[in-house]
């Protein structure tokens, strides 16, 4: 029962495949709160300068989210 219930749930979806995607979601999150209250207090002469941004776009922290969801795979694919 509850193989099956697990099927129906995950629609026969790979493990890697949902981790990925939860991967991918969580950290457009993930990352926009980090960016934002970590790297104004690490580099604050370079957001002064404005070599740094303060704070990044949603499009940024999904580029940079993909960036994470694909070296997750590659790390999970590549284990033994």
């Given at each position: 029962?509850l193989?099956?219930?697990?099927?129906?749930?995950?629609?026969?979806?790979?493990?890697?495949?949902?981790?990925?995607?939860?991967?991918?979601v969580?950290?457009?999150?993930?990352?926009?709160?980090?960016?934002?209250?970590?790297?104004?207090?690490?580099?604050?002469?370079?957001?002064?300068?404005?070599?740094?941004?303060?704070?990044?776009?949603?499009?940024?922290?999904l580029k940079?989210?993909?960036?994470?969801?694909?070296?997750?795979?590659?790390?999970?694919?590549?284990?033994?």
């Amino acid at each position: 029962f509850l193989m099956k219930l697990r099927n129906m749930l995950l629609l026969g979806i790979p493990a890697i495949v949902l981790w990925v995607i939860a991967i991918f979601v969580l950290g457009i999150f993930l990352i926009k709160w980090f960016w934002m209250w970590t790297i104004p207090e690490l580099f604050p002469g370079a957001v002064a300068a404005g070599s740094v941004a303060a704070k990044i776009s949603w499009w940024t922290a999904l580029k940079l989210a993909g960036l994470v969801a694909l070296l997750a795979a590659i790390t999970n694919i590549s284990k033994d």
